[in-house]
């Protein structure tokens, strides 16, 4: 039991982050539900246009799921067996998943340790002749050095995916994440910065790659109007195996919705991360470093705790902290031994990493009094461990 001395009636109940649903979101929902369209209508490319315009993109492919847009990058860029792709390891598994659905080959290549991001150097290491992507994941919201990352993909000729769904609305330079590599997937679940309730997408400027992914997303079918009038009005093929990645149109409209206010919910996570680190600031628990130059989104606020994390984890549970462990490096999972025969060592900074990070409750709805508690709650954990 927590040491604390809250009544149970009067604890909080704070989860690691949550969505934040207001009228006018509900209002664009219910709009689409009384028109035509469910599916496959306007308010998808609305959707696609204002997430492409945000980020400076000139494609937004609009799917299912962050892990459908990852798998989706994968397809338009071609990759199948043979091929290896850069990921790291301090991620959701989606991220390795996505090259592995596609038949090619995740390689980890390991993060920096202050700030858990994929490593330039390691990633140089890791490149083979097989190599045709570096996946770069913006981890907590911080996007990776791609400045670093870039020319390294330039001069072996291979692609540069960022993995944002961390990271919708974070810089770096001026430049929003979405438009800082070849492709960029983001994902629109609940505890993101914006919600479809499963939802994802792909940037891209290559329009090459978007109408690729436009098919995969449907069946791989295409519909060419030529040959519709040549053969008949209801002609299509299907031109190569794809899924039903589609999101519905109600989706988008909650999602394009909830994006007029994603600067404003990035300001308040930004006051909460400032007021974390102040707290935390000469302790002995310390935060991740954030890179010079960019703007943070926040969407995790991960601290290591110096001993002891699974004690504190369930004492921040008793107390009702919902805090959280991101991530179990990907290499370590049983799938990744069995396929592949990875396992302990290969990605020491991750594995080292693991065993001290501990995300904190960060979402816009939080209140100061909410951090305050969060941030008492931790120092009696660690007290008593
Ligand atoms: C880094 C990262 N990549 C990919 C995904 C997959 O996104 P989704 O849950 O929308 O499929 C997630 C989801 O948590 C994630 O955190």
Redesign the pocket.
Same mark, same amino acid.
């Given at each position: 039991m927590s040491s604390l001395k809250l009544l149970p009636s009067l604890a909080k109940r704070l989860p690691y982050g949550r969505q934040q649903i207001e009228e006018d979101d509900i209002a664009a929902v219910v709009k689409v539900l009384r028109s035509d369209w469910l599916t496959t209508g306007p308010a998808i490319d609305a959707f696609e246009v204002a997430v492409a315009r945000y980020v400076g993109a000139e494609h937004g492919v609009a799917v299912s &799921?962050? $892990? +459908? +847009?990852?798998h989706a990058a994968m397809y338009g860029l071609g990759l199948g067996p043979g091929d290896e792709v850069i990921v790291p390891p301090m $991620?959701?598994a *989606? $991220?390795a998943n996505a090259a592995v659905f596609v038949g090619a080959t995740p390689v980890f290549a390991d993060v920096d340790a202050d700030t858990l991001l994929i490593d330039p150097s390691e990633v140089s290491r890791k490149i083979t002749s097989r190599t045709k992507a570096i996946v770069a /994941?913006d981890?907590a919201g911080q996007p990776c050095d791609y400045e670093a990352l870039r020319p390294i993909a330039a001069k072996h000729g291979i692609a540069l995916i960022a993995?944002g769904? %961390?990271a919708l609305g974070a810089r770096a330079d001026n430049r929003c994440v979405g438009s800082l590599a070849d492709m960029t *997937?983001f &994902?629109? %679940?609940p /505890?993101?910065h914006i919600t479809t309730g499963?939802?994802?997408m792909v940037t891209t400027d290559d329009a090459g790659f978007a109408q690729r992914m436009r098919t995969f997303r449907n069946h791989g079918i295409t519909t060419d109007h030529r040959q519709r009038t040549e053969r008949g009005m209801w002609f299509y093929e299907m031109a190569d195996l794809g899924f039903n990645y589609r999101i519905s149109d109600f989706q988008c409209a909650l999602g394009h919705s909830q994006l007029n206010k994603l600067d404003v919910w990035i300001s308040r996570r930004q006051e909460i991360a400032r007021r974390y680190d102040a707290a935390f600031a000469g302790t002995s628990i310390s935060g991740l470093k954030t890179r010079e130059g960019i703007s943070h989104a926040y969407h995790l606020y991960v601290i290591r705790v110096p001993r002891n994390r699974q004690e504190v984890f369930v004492r921040l549970r008793d107390a009702g902290i919902g805090a959280n462990v991101h991530y179990i490096p990907v290499h370590l999972h049983p799938f990744y031994g069995e396929r592949f025969g990875y396992g302990p060592g290969l990605c020491p900074v991750a594995e080292a990493a693991y065993q001290q990070i501990l995300s904190l409750p960060m979402y816009p709805a939080m209140t100061d009094d909410d951090v305050d508690y969060t941030v008492d709650c931790v120092f009696e954990a660690i007290a008593a461990v």
């Open positions: &799921s962050g $892990t +459908a +847009a990852l $991620t959701f *989606a $991220t /994941v981890y993995d769904c %961390h *997937a &994902s629109f %679940h /505890v993101k499963e939802g994802g």
